[in-house]
């Protein structure tokens, strides 16, 4: 946090991408989260993403909740759109969105407590239905905005900066994300942004509902001795299943891995995912296998990160309810009232 | 990369690029600092202690600290114009506004330590010796063969440039310090000095002689030739009030431009400049080329002056030969002709500065002086001591024709031997420099200085108006900034000695830094080899002589590693830190000069 606007002033080397923009033109407003906030490098690591992809600031829609994370769409894309909607309820707000002009980006940014707890109902749905965006949840295992209460991904048994022990359950989103239907789900950490950048970068590639659950201190509430939650514990225990490069266009060979090492995922953008492998059997393609390997190492005690799940078939909401193409909010009076004569022929098709 | 390690008083001060950059070593960004303050007559003592004449050198310094200063490399691809803060112009503001600074100069030391010190000419090094001394008990005594002290600054700088009565009041400064100046009296014989029995002498007599240009006519016309900085001197004494209408300057110096613009002022209505070189290699400070060509006066370059042409022993003009620059595998340039014919240009009268040397006619050679085959004396570099223990030598005497800065900044030194030789102590172990390093922090963000960045451009200097200033010699161009003007160019100062400083153990690698840092300054990564290092950093580190400040310790075993190059000062990393493991500390270096003015800088350092 600074009470000064970052200096417009920036390194005479900074390069420009294809569109002509800096890094620092993706940048929003001055953060005003805590110092050493993980939900700053989140922020970092999107701006990054987005400039190396060229994307077109006015092309993109920010949606979030309620919290600390839901604050951050104001501190990256200062020239995109942006919807700061209620406690829980982005899911559907980006639903209705997404619905009415499929031809932004969306871009959902939550916390686990408006995820996990008040939202935990939409997170499921908007997964259900496939809605093509980018969900990320900035996980920090405590409700950051009102002062650091246990949310619903606090380990079991990890202990508050009080020292008291949480007693509930924990929900892993990621494995609720796959059982509810996502055809993207990963894992990152804040601290790590060689894993983070790629990932965001696959995931704005990936068609279809795309999920990743970053985990992100809480510098002021969840970063002591007792989380599971805090840079110490995630850097001890850290299991990457695999690494990410993002290839566009023609794919060029840079580094030659040992056969088995690697596995191309092709999107449907032409993009290749290169996925290289850290625990040798783990399928990012198999989803039941997935799951159990989730289960399995967080049962350890480990926090497994990487491309956890990718369905490179996917569709997406508008396949589903087999929408046209335009965008619902580009066709004019002429398309949606087709006349009198198209209702009597439609009225005659239902006798 | 090894740690770097941040208690070596070099590491931090190279970060204050102009300080570092400056012979004298003048804390630029605290004075700077003060006048932004209002507090000009504290930022000239600043200047006061450390170089000397701020007043003199606030309008005439070649000023190295400005191609160093930071300001001009982070201007790059912001700003239209990149350029550095205005530092020598804001010293001129310090000096120009501080009101009567008498009761802050030393006292006039009464208790004698029996001393006698003769200083051979009374230029800006041997003004420094005797102001370092004379507040010691030192007796000294200065000879100059002009009637007045103060060197070429006095004879050869012209008016329009310096005034007399900054002269007059900086020299004073010195004098008023009970120094004995025998002036109108030239030395003929160091032989002669030395039985007069001073404990030591100071040789500070310059580089007097202006090069010649023995080319056919030279002798024949020799009535409307002159030698650049004789003419000076002569204008300077008030011997020359005219010349021709059509003048010609030989040479690409500043001396060719001071000798162009004064002949302007003196009735020539087509003055030009010649030289030899191209227009870029041309010795001249930038701006000192730009005030003449401002002035109406062309720059020729590429021309070699083959011959003065002349009739019945009176000058009619001068024949050139075209060439251009041709460099070698090694650089170095050769002037080649173009084979197009000749040039003639018509003139009245010709300025030769082509050139200064140094020449020591009054040295006997059998004195057991040494001269190098340059003939200059042989040095230790550091102490400035000659081969003869007790004689000294500093300014354009020493190495060859400088500047001012650099005559103070041996004077300084010279000082500091003297001092050392005559209570018996080594001259090798040099006094090290003062050094102070203090947390600027006030709460979460505040600081103790002012760390919003400026986006403003270098602000301009106001003129005179040209239809005034070129009918006399004597009224002053540049004007001086305006108070309201010198605060907008203090805040373009980066403020480069309130320095980054991190402590490894308690950073927990959040990052924080390395997202808010506006100038990608910071990298936490492995190890490796410096130039290797370089490449792989948030952004590249380009500027070789720019130091990486390295830091291990940190619990994943990567390092931190800083570029200095192009940081703005501006706190954010520090802001950002949720653990304090940045801080913005503020390193105040004060070069040690002889005693007391060692005493007098340290308690100027309270208030810091
Ligand atoms: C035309 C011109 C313009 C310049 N402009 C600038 C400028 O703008 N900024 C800048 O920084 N520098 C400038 N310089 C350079 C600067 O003036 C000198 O580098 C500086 O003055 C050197 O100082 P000093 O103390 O070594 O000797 P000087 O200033 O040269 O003083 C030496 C003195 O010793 C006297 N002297 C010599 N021999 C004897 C003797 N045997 N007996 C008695 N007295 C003797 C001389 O008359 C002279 O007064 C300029 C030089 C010239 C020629
Ligand atoms: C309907 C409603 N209920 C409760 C709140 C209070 N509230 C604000 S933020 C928040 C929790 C935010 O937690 P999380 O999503 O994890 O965000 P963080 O601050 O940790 O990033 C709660 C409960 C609210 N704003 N609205
Ligand atoms: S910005 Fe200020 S402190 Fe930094 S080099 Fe320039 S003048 Fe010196
Ligand atoms: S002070 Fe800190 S944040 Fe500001 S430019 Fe320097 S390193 Fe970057
Ligand atoms: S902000 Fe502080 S704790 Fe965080 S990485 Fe930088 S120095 Fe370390
Ligand atoms: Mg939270």
New binding site residues.
């Given amino acids: 946090m600074t009470y000064l606007a970052k200096p417009r002033l920036h390194h005479p080397s900074l390069p420009h991408n294809a569109l002509g923009y800096t890094r620092r033109d993706y940048e929003g407003r001055i953060s005003t989260l805590c110092a050493g906030c993980g939900?700053d490098s989140i922020s970092a690591a999107i701006i990054q993403a987005c400039w190396e992809l060229d994307i077109e600031p006015h092309r993109v829609a920010k949606l979030s909740?309620?919290?600390?994370?839901?604050?951050t769409p104001d501190y990256f894309l200062g020239n995109s759109h942006g919807f700061n909607t209620?406690?829980?309820r982005m899911p559907s707000v980006l639903t209705g969105a997404n619905l009415a002009n499929r031809a932004l980006l969306y871009l959902g940014v939550?916390?686990?407590?408006?995820?996990?707890?008040?939202?935990l109902g939409q997170f499921a749905h908007v997964m259900r239905r496939g809605v093509n965006m980018v969900y990320i949840l900035?996980?920090?295992?405590?409700?950051?905005?009102?002062k650091g209460?246990f949310?619903a991904?606090a380990d079991k048994g990890s202990a508050s900066k009080k020292g008291v022990a949480n007693a509930d359950s924990p929900i892993d989103t990621a494995s609720l994300a796959l059982l509810m239907g996502a055809t993207f789900v990963a894992r990152s950490f804040s601290g790590d942004k060689g894993q983070l950048v790629p990932m965001i970068k696959a995931a704005i590639g990936h068609q279809g509902a795309a999920f990743i659950d970053v985990v992100?201190p809480?510098l002021a509430f969840n970063n002591h001795p007792g989380s599971t939650k805090s840079y110490d514990y995630v850097r001890d225990h850290n299991e990457a299943v695999n690494f990410l490069d993002i290839i566009e266009g023609r794919p060029e060979i840079t580094t030659d891995y040992a056969a088995g090492t690697s596995v191309d995922v092709v999107q449907h953008d032409g993009t290749i995912i290169r996925l290289r492998k850290a625990a040798a059997d783990y399928d990012a393609t198999d989803k039941v296998s997935a799951m159990n390997y989730i289960q399995k190492h967080h049962a350890l005690g480990e926090v497994v990160t990487g491309l956890l799940y990718i369905d490179n078939q996917s569709t997406d909401i508008h396949a589903n309810l087999n929408t046209v193409a335009t965008p619902l909010n580009a066709l004019t009076e002429k398309e949606l009232c087709p006349g009198s004569a198209a209702l009597a022929k439609l009225n005659a098709s239902l006798r | 990369m090894h740690t770097t390690d941040i208690k070596n008083p070099d590491y931090f001060h190279k970060v204050v690029d102009c300080q570092w950059a400056c012979p004298a070593h003048t804390p630029v960004p605290e004075y700077i600092r003060m006048i932004a303050a209002g507090r000009y007559a504290d930022a000239y003592m600043v200047n006061w202690y450390s170089n000397v004449f701020p007043g003199i050198l606030g309008r005439t310094c070649d000023r190295p600290c400005e191609p160093a200063c930071r300001r001009g490399r982070v201007e790059e691809d912001n700003l239209e114009k990149p350029e550095p803060v205005a530092i020598c112009r804001l010293k001129r503001v310090a000096a120009d506004h501080k009101g009567d600074i008498s009761a802050r100069l030393p006292k006039i030391e009464t208790v004698k330590n029996g001393k006698r010190i003769a200083c051979i000419g009374g230029g800006p090094a041997s003004l420094t010796v005797a102001r370092d001394l004379v507040p010691l008990g030192y007796q000294l005594t200065i000879f100059d063969q002009d009637p007045k002290a103060g060197g070429f600054m006095r004879t050869q700088v012209p008016r329009f440039r310096l005034p007399e009565e900054v002269i007059d009041e900086e020299v004073g400064y010195i004098l008023d310090l009970d120094v004995e100046f025998i002036g109108g009296r030239r030395i003929d014989s160091l032989k002669a000095i030395l039985a007069e029995g001073y404990d030591a002498v100071f040789i500070g007599c310059g580089a007097p002689r202006g090069r010649d240009l023995e080319i056919p006519g030279r002798q024949e016309a020799a009535g409307q030739i002159h030698i650049g900085i004789d003419w000076l001197s002569s204008v300077s004494f008030g011997h020359i009030e005219k010349v021709g209408k059509r003048v010609i300057v030989l040479g690409g110096g500043n001396t060719a431009m001071d000798c162009c613009r004064s002949a302007r002022r003196l009735g020539g209505d087509d003055v030009k400049v010649i030289v030899r070189s191209g227009f870029e290699e041309m010795k001249a400070s930038p701006w000192e080329k730009e005030d003449a060509q401002h002035e109406g006066i062309p720059i020729i370059n590429c021309h070699v002056p083959k011959s003065f042409t002349h009739e019945n022993g009176k000058l009619t003009g001068m024949m050139f030969e075209k060439v251009h620059a041709k460099y070698d595998d090694n650089g170095r340039r050769t002037l080649v002709p173009t084979g197009e014919p000749d040039i003639f240009f018509g003139c009245d009268e010709v300025l030769i500065a082509v050139g200064q040397e140094n020449s020591f006619p009054w040295i006997e050679r059998d004195v057991g002086l040494e001269f190098d085959k340059w003939g200059l004396p042989v040095l230790n570099e550091t102490s400035l001591q000659s081969t003869i223990p007790q004689v000294f030598f500093g300014g354009d005497a020493a190495f060859g024709p400088k500047n001012i800065i650099w005559a103070v900044a041996h004077g300084h030194e010279a000082a500091i031997s003297i001092d050392q030789f005559l209570n018996g102590e080594s001259l090798d172990t040099r006094p090290a420099p003062h050094l102070n390093l203090i947390s600027q922090k006030m709460g979460i963000h505040e600081w103790s200085y002012d760390n919003d960045i400026s986006n403003e451009s270098r602000n301009i200097v106001p003129w005179a108006a040209a239809e005034k200033t070129l009918k006399s010699i004597k009224i002053e161009v540049e004007l001086g900034f305006d108070a309201q003007t010198a605060l907008k160019e203090t805040q373009r100062c980066l403020n480069c000695d309130v320095q980054t400083v991190f402590k490894a153990p308690l950073c927990i690698e959040c990052d924080g830094c390395v997202d808010i840092c506006p100038m990608d300054c910071i990298t936490f990564t492995e190890n490796g080899e410096e130039a290797e290092l370089r490449t792989r950093l948030t952004a590249p580190a380009l500027v070789a002589s720019q130091d990486l400040y390295v830091a291990d310790g940190l619990r994943t075993g990567r390092v931190m590693v800083k570029d200095e190059d192009v940081c703005l000062h501006c706190g954010l990393c520090a802001e950002r830190c949720p653990t304090g493991a940045w801080d913005m500390q503020k390193f105040l270096l004060d070069m040690a000069h002889a005693e007391p003015a060692r005493r007098l800088t340290n308690s100027r350092r309270n208030a810091a």
């Fill in positions: 939900h909740g309620i919290g600390c994370s839901s604050k209620v406690h829980g939550s916390g686990d407590g408006d995820s996990a707890s008040i939202g900035e996980n920090n295992g405590v409700y950051g905005l009102t209460q949310s991904t992100s809480c």
